[in-house]
């Protein structure tokens, strides 16, 4: 993996002409006060200290709505529709890099789902260390807070005016390299690196888990009649917040319009989640989640055992989006874990 140094005075020119191959998308603060990823342009504030975007980065590969097939509904006829416009992440932050790995690997498994495939293989990512961390995160102990796979250019910043760049991918060769190659990296630089990485999971240790996340499965697999399900489930206003913002929920509902001439269609999907009434929801009226203690608890279930039943991994990466989202206050994954576990060692 080969390493460089650039200067923040080198990004604006990189950035222009990037934008002239890809759409760029990078950090900014909005008027709202929250950050978020949008369309890079020369008078646009990098955001290079964000904490986190609050948006999930999932809207690039799985847009909330997207058509599947066009139909003509004279000739009885239809087409597939595989939209995949080029584009380049700027600064996604490991913990979003690893809910977008995890998507590659459960879009990838039974049938693949060739609309996310295509749009992930035609976008480019360039992943950066956080320099600050979110008040609701706990991204470092839940195993999310380093990645060595799933993006081109790594970004490090050293110093107030530098990066260290790491290069994983003969596309972020390229990139990185556009205007002409920056030094190579040097020891000193290198190190600098290091101890910037650490002193971001230093930090971001102050709120955590109470165990090991490893054992959130097993652990959740005592816990299927905790009565902690029903007297959290009590507040929740089941508006769904919390799975449309979280970065590795990827459920949706097919639905096909036609046009206003009766002639032409679409069948498009739609973000759906598991914490809305309507989810389970089937024909003659029926429901098998009908009440809202069933579809809180799988939610948990879905983010802490089956994913990882699955994939080795858990299904939340800490990023907590959530628990902003959440009016109710309950839409906290550490929380709720922690609450499991310390119920089970007072009880022992």
Same mark, same amino acid.
């Given at each position: 993996m080969t390493a460089y140094t650039v200067s923040i005075?080198?990004? $604006?020119?990189?950035?222009?002409e990037w934008s002239k191959r890809f759409p760029v998308y990078v950090p900014a603060k909005e008027a709202s006060g929250y950050y978020n990823f949008v369309p890079w342009t020369p008078d646009i504030e990098v955001a290079w200290d964000y904490d986190v975007a609050y948006n999930s980065?999932? %809207?690039? =590969? =799985?847009?909330?709505?997207? *058509?599947? #097939?066009?139909?003509?509904? +004279?000739t009885c006829t239809a087409? $597939?529709? =595989? +939209?995949?416009?080029?584009?380049?992440?700027?600064g996604v932050h490991p913990y979003d890099l690893r809910a977008i790995n995890q998507l590659d690997q459960i879009m990838e498994m039974g049938a693949p789902d060739y609309n996310y495939m295509r749009r992930r293989e035609a976008t480019l990512i360039f992943a950066m260390e956080p320099t600050r961390?979110?008040?609701?995160?706990?991204?470092?102990s839940m195993g999310a807070g380093d990645v060595d796979h799933g993006f081109d250019l790594y970004w490090t910043k050293i110093s107030a005016s530098a990066f260290y760049v790491e290069a994983l991918s003969p596309r972020g060769e390229e990139f990185i390299? #556009?205007?002409?190659?920056? $030094?190579?990296? *040097?020891l000193m630089e290198r190190e600098a690196a290091k101890r910037e %990485?650490? %002193?971001? %999971?230093?930090?971001?240790?102050? #709120?955590?888990?109470?165990?090991?996340?490893k054992n959130t499965p097993k652990l959740l697999a005592r816990n299927w009649n905790s009565p902690l399900w029903r007297k959290k489930a009590a507040k929740c206003l089941s508006c769904g917040s919390c799975v449309l913002v979280c970065p590795t929920c990827y459920c949706f509902e097919v639905r096909e319009e036609v046009d206003l001439t009766l002639k032409a269609g679409v069948r498009f999907r739609e973000w759906h989640g598991c914490m809305l009434p309507s989810f389970q929801a089937v024909a003659g009226g029926h429901n098998f989640w009908p009440i809202a203690l069933e579809r809180y608890r799988h939610r948990y279930f879905r983010k802490g055992k089956y994913i990882y039943d699955k994939i080795g991994e858990l299904g939340c990466v800490g990023c907590g989006r959530c628990v902003r989202a959440c009016t109710a206050g309950i839409a906290n994954p550490m929380a709720v874990y922690n609450e499991l576990w310390e119920a089970e060692h007072h009880e022992s």
């Open positions: 005075e080198q990004l $604006p020119p990189l950035f222009k980065l999932k %809207r690039f =590969f =799985f847009p909330p709505k997207e *058509t599947l #097939i066009s139909f003509d509904v +004279e087409k $597939p529709v =595989f +939209e995949a416009p080029p584009q380049l992440l700027f961390i979110a008040e609701n995160a706990f991204w470092s390299q #556009i205007k002409g190659a920056p $030094p190579k990296a *040097t %990485r650490v %002193r971001v %999971r230093n930090q971001s240790s102050d #709120i955590s888990l109470d165990y090991p996340w």
